[in-house]
């Protein structure tokens, strides 16, 4: 637990109008500052902070509080979580209670990691650009893509150089420890000594959302590889089943649009950025976890599924719509043109058309259900039986009753199926889960 004097020394270091004009662009007004609303679509400003009392209010939302609960508010953070993001920024030392030596020896090492990973982002970020390998290989594909020096430097893309040790080499020079490397998975072991794991890939960084990078993940652009992509692994600072790429970098818009646009890849979230759609996140390739559907809900409660169209994906949609479901969340889906993905679509539309699409094309999850699963069998009562199933096992998953009802009512008038039925069935579902629960 953070000690009050801690606490104290934190609210006396933090400027209000200086934390919360990091996220809402703020003009002075008399003795105050005001600017327009971070949670409504307003167009005369309503939102105020008075640095004498250190409170923001904003009248549009009813909103209101100090420094720590605007973060809170704003953006979901802990109230822990909180106070460390201003103690971080105002360089003061976190004292807690119940503190062990084992435990500060832990938080030592973390930080140390900390620094190392953030090493590696700047070495790969100053490859991209300050080398002649970079500027040709890793520089002209992100252009040949489309991204701008704007997106590349807000997602902190770089280059891995095509050399054995070069990062190691780098960060042993800055007095970097080898250990923390090889905890990070920045550099493995071989037969012929130890190796950077990320060597001739442009690297796209992975961050949490208060932007720390924690993770890497490179893709080849040699046509001889047959591993595309390659990812650090889970360590101390990394937990692939909590984190979203993206996250960091569109958590504002999504709790704005109330709505998360959720994609599979690194590249899908880039070329919707470089749309103008900058309310989106990737699983990154692995399939939705309750832990990523959690981190969804602290912005925004409404997801829209925008995975591709062939099998695996439509395989993936349906698994990631059950994950959501059951952590309380409203689901849509979108389908893209057969052969097209977030990625592709959106460089072969402009943004304008992109948007439309996605408003027109949006459905729920039960007529994404029924129109991917009965696209070739309508009219067969076995298949009709299995999707029908399907279908209730997602209801099953959903505790809000009213919610249920209506989706249920939707369902029976779809499969022309008596609702009663349905009713009598997804309590069958509803029991048996209660059972195996219990």
Partial sequence: MITQSTIDRIFDA??????????????????????????????????YVSPSKGIFKDFSSGKGGNVVSFLMEHERMTYPEALKYLAAKYQIEVEETGVTPEELANRDIRESLVLVNEFAFQHFKKNLYETDEGRAIALSYFRERGYTDQTIEKFGLGYALDKADSLTRAAEEAGHKKEFLESLGLIKKGARGDYDFFHGRVIFP??????????????????????????????ELYDKSRTLYGLFESKQSIAAEDMCYLVEGYTDVISFHQANVTNVVASSGTSLTTGQAKLIKRYSKNVTILYD??????????????????????????????GQDPDSFSKSVSNEELRAYLKDRTRDFIDFTIDVLLKDGREDPVKRAEVTREILGSLALIDDQI?????????????????????????????REQIRKH
Wanted: glycine letters at 8%; a positive charge.
């Fill in 14 to 47: 933090a400027i209000i109008e200086e934390v919360i004009g990091e996220f809402v662009r703020l003009k002075k007004s008399g003795s105050s500052y005001k600017g327009l609303s971070p949670w409504t679509n307003e167009k005369t400003p309503s939102f």
């Fill in 206 to 235: 992975i961050r949490n959302p208060l932007g720390r990078c924690t993770a890497f993940a490179g893709r080849t652009l040699k046509s001889h590889d047959k591993v595309k992509y390659i990812n650090s692994p889970e360590n």
């Fill in 309 to 338: 169209g062939d099998t695996a994906g439509i395989n993936a949609s349906l698994r990631a719509i059950n994950v959501l479901l059951s952590e309380g969340l409203n689901v849509w889906s979108v389908q893209f043109p057969e």
């Fill in 403 to 431: 919610s249920r009802g209506f989706y249920l009512q939707k369902c029976a008038d779809r499969l022309d199926v008596d609702e009663r039925v349905l009713i009598s069935e997804l309590n069958k579902i509803v029991r």
